[in-house]
């Protein structure tokens, strides 16, 4: 027989008994372990333990344990041999957390979409912020439910476009490898035409040098030729003097003397008409604009691209005409404003929180969609421009007189500066992508890829590409940028590389990306926003008759457009204007 009072080994058998006569008070188990020993007031289903009156108070409040199933006195196991040990019911929280890898997913933010470990909904999904469930309490719903059936129904969708994408690539991708066949075929006969072209080019210049030698040995044997008679003539009338002299002949001498002295006359002159020959020594002189062709020149050519994707059609391209609602708007004015607000730039972290940069006020403020109201407003040292998320706790704004990028913190509802990021140029446009921010320069004009540590990955200078490029967004293959100088919408590869441009905007200013990859752009000129096309090709006004649309941001689980208005009147400034489009 057990003790009255003497605590139970923490280990036991589910087959162990007790006998009926035996009086066992149960004590609670927490406080046995660390301190007094006090009776049960309770018992925690989901702990297996006994409890204390002052721990059952405590279990009910705190939130690791506040979804806890808990049995009073009258309904708790009396001994703890009799305490269930589930084992018709396995441990469904298996999952480990992606944040706190110790810890175990059990709790569900209905406001975030997001799964949840304990230590998830302590520090950051608070009761005050969100609204958090305990997953046994509403796993239930989803037996034979209708998400159950549409998510099934969703993968298979995706399912059968993954087949028919990779069976429609596969069909391009034979058909551009052969192109590219005919393409290295082209290369090659274009570098035989080039050195046919060379080889006859080589000809030519060794013809004429060889005209030149050929000119210069007939020159030569002919001053040879008169050299030699004019010499043997002269000795030969030499001789004759002499002997002349010799036997003095004075009669035949003096004829000689002047025969030979109208010879020697005519000899000079035939003498100096030999110097008039130029002899001439040569080098060769390169053609400038072949030798450096192989300088200036990267490439033998160009490919001239033709899209096979025109045989899909573009993103957008096969939905009818947006209908668009007008939903009204939201007043971002605030007490602490002391100028009518400049919307510069917004991002959305949920679709009930909204990030704007007031840049007159020099603030940041968080909108909630559903109270239409500004719930926290950060002041800053400088004139914020645009805004984009890193994580869904943490947000990024350029600060362009500054030339720094300031990290702000979200937590609970509530902003707060981090740290900077020095960057080398008046930062404007920002757009974050798998650990990589876009930024735009407008002096001098460039795009710069860095990592959240400032170091720069990829660089783009203005030049033809850029002259003021403002906004930027960006999706995992592609970084859209607006420029308002030179009216264009260019899309980009992360390499840097341009391989998209559309020129029908008349002033372009803020710009987003839709969920089907399209692109909203606000044109200030035209009062108008308008939707593009992923690649570039086309596009088409969704919005008319607006005032001065500056900065857009796209809700894709509601399908709403939000965008702000810069025309200097409160009327329209302070608000931001809301448009379902279906």
């Known amino acids: 027989m057990a003790v009255p ?65 808990l049995l009073d006195k009258n309904s708790m196991p009396q001994s703890i041999s009799s305490v269930s040990v589930h084992p018709t019911q396995p441990d469904n929280f298996t999952k480990p957390c992606p944040k706190h890898a110790k810890e175990i997913i059990k709790f569900y933010c209905q406001n975030h979409k997001a799964l949840l470990c304990s230590v998830c909904v302590t520090l950051e999904h608070t009761a005050t912020s969100c609204k958090v469930n305990y997953i046994p309490d509403i796993s239930c719903q989803v037996i034979n439910s209708k998400e159950h059936q549409d998510i099934l129904k969703a993968m298979d969708n995706v399912t059968e476009q993954c087949h028919k994408k990779s069976e429609d690539v596969k069909k391009i991708t034979a058909k551009s490898n052969s192109s590219l066949t005919d393409v290295l075929a082209d290369i090659k006969k274009f570098r035989t035409e080039i050195n046919q072209r060379l080889d006859e080019l080589e000809r030519q210049a060794e013809d004429a040098a060889k005209t030149i030698q050929k000119e210069n040995n007939k020159n030569l044997e002919t001053v ?43 000899y000079e002159k035939r003498v100096l008409h030999l110097a008039a020959y130029d002899v001439k020594e040569y080098n060769f002189k390169e053609n400038k604009a072949i030798s450096t062709l192989l300088d200036k020149e990267s490439s033998l050519g160009t490919f001239a691209e033709k899209s096979l994707k025109q045989q899909s059609p573009p993103p957008g391209a096969d939905k009818k005409s947006r209908q668009t609602t007008h939903q009204g708007k939201i007043c971002v004015k605030t ?3 002391k100028s009518i607000c400049w919307i510069s730039g917004m991002i959305l972290l949920t679709p009930d929180l909204l990030i704007i940069t007031d840049s007159d006020n020099k603030a940041v403020k968080i909108v ?21 998320s890193v994580t869904s706790t943490e947000l990024a704004v350029t600060l362009s007189h500054y030339y720094c990028i300031q990290f702000i913190s979200v937590s609970s509802n509530k902003l707060k500066k981090k740290q900077t990021l020095k960057v080398d140029g008046e930062c404007y446009g920002l757009s974050y992508c798998q650990g990589k921010l ?45 420029d308002w100088d030179i009216k264009t919408i260019t899309r980009l590869n992360y390499q840097g590389e341009v391989i998209g441009s559309y020129g029908g905007i008349t002033l372009p200013y803020g710009i987003t990306l839709s969920d089907d990859g399209t692109v909203f752009v606000c044109d200030r000129q035209r009062s108008v926003i308008e939707e593009i096309a992923g690649d570039c090709s086309t596009g088409k006004v969704v919005l008319k008759d607006l005032n001065d649309p500056y900065a857009v941001c796209w809700c894709a689980e509601t399908c709403k457009l939000y965008f702000s ?18």
Request: proline share 4%.
């Open 224 to 266: 040879e030729t008169i050299c030699n008679d004019v010499t043997q003539s002269l000795k030969t009338s030499s001789d004759t003097i002499k002997h002349l002299n010799t036997s003095k002949q004075a009669d035949k001498l003096f004829m000689e003397l002047k025969l030979d002295e109208q010879m020697i006359k005519d």
């Open 368 to 388: 909630d969609t559903s109270s239409q109201s500004v719930t926290d407003q950060l002041q800053l040292d400088a004139m914020p421009c645009d805004v984009t």
């Open 438 to 482: 876009v930024v735009s320069f407008q002096h001098p004009a460039k795009l710069q890829i860095l990592d959240t540590n400032g170091t720069v990955l990829t660089t783009v200078k203005g030049e033809n590409i850029f002259s003021r490029p403002e906004y930027v967004t960006t999706n995992t293959n592609y970084i859209y940028v607006s």
């Open 565 to 582: 208005c810069f025309t200097g009147h409160e009327k329209q400034d302070n608000f931001l204007q809301v448009f379902k489009l279906s």
């Open 5 to 69: 009072g003497k605590k139970m080994p923490k280990t036991f058998s589910s087959s162990s008994t007790m006998g009926s006569d035996e009086d066992l008070k149960v004590f609670c188990q927490p406080c046995d372990r660390d301190g007094p020993r006090l009776p049960a007031h309770g018992y925690c289903v989901d702990c297996r333990e006994h409890l204390c009156e002052t721990c059952f108070i405590v279990h009910k409040r705190h939130t690791l344990s506040r979804h806890h199933t």
């Open 335 to 337: 007490s602490k404003d």
